[in-house]
């Protein structure tokens, strides 16, 4: 069948629900703030703050902090390995789905 | 939430879609472009009636240099203006929205620039100029979402066009020669993209993207001045050179042979100009006067002129492939009871 699904092909880190979106949104926007993926993906601040760290303590995301005005921001980017890894978990899934 | 691989590429869509859909024009930049375009628009109507300076040349070209200079401020103050909304908001600007505020730039140059060239040239002269700026603002738009140096060639082949149109306007190339730019852009200039295109780490570098810009502008241009040169010699007549009134008193004794005929600076040239429209009319038999400004001199034939001419200091060139260049300035109509219905035409000569 070829939507079987086979979990140990796939990237553990990016197959869960919420980083899978989050790279996604990324992938297509570039750079984006906190505040900015909180509203697009509609989840808690406690719920993306805890699948963020996981994303940023792998190397896949990259945090680009401006000193300013007020508190400094924090701007979320994909990072090279994890723009290839986002590539290639969607590689994965369209050949086990036979697209 | 489940993770099977057909809702995870569904959720892959609808996060792409989302991401794709970031751009967002805020409430100011309607305001500051609006308005300061209108005032921009409005100044320079007014600036170019007073004619501050002394000819259309200098006239021209403080109007649109104002006009740049207003419209920069108005991006720069929107650019700043956005950007501290957004870091109000704890918002980012999108790549997308980055790229298309690039995008609003060059269309705004790109309204100056063609305005400035109709300032000086007939729009079916700037025909060529156009499409390279319009195919060169396409490139420049591909390469904003490309990893391709698309973007250089796109900014190669508006430089193109801005020398085109300064070499003409400043008489070093005659109009006709744009046309030649044009063929000479999309014959050999487009081809070359393909080296660009193909190798792009070898041009990464400043040194490498200046490298190619020289040699690419080089290239294109070097078959236009070729074809000017080769086209346009212009052998020197040899001809006894004679003045205008000993040509015109002695008809039959210059009726053969080969003279050159002097007209002197000053000389009386009637103007014959025909006019047809709706509500005016003009038959073209009542000559309006005109005065050479300039010494000129005609190359005649067996009494007639065979196409040469030399103005002034300048070389010997050919009537027929020099183009003359003449287009309407301004109109002014008016009715008044001392002097009745009475219309204002300024001419403007490039030659």
Redesign the interface.
Known sequence: MTNQHTPAKLDPLLHQPVRTRIAAFLAARGETTFGELKKALEISDGNLDSHMKKLVASGYIIVRKVEGKGRPQSFYSLSEPGRTAFRAYVAALQTMLGL | ?????????D??????????H?VRIEKHTFLIWGLGGAAVVLFMEWFGAQEFLKTYWQNNIAIYAIGAGALSIIAFLDHRKTRDIR?E????V???Q?QLIKLWWVAVGLCILTGFGMAFMDLALLTYPISLLIFGAVFYTHGLFSRQPLSLSGVLMVVAAVIGISLAVSKVLPYMTLQYLGISVFGIGLPLFAFLTDEPKRFSTALGKTGFSLGWLMTVFLPVFLVHFIAGQVSTPTGMVIVLSDFTANKAQYSKGRYIVRIPSGTKVPLMVSLEGKSLALDGNAPIAAHVTADIQVSLKDGKPDGRVKAGDAGWTDWDKRGWPLWLKDVKAELTSEKGPHAVLKLFANF
């Open positions: 939430m489940t993770n099977t691989p057909a809702t995870q590429i959720n892959i869509h609808a996060m792409l879609d989302s991401g794709h970031s870091k908001r704890a918002e980012s999108s790549f997308t980055a």
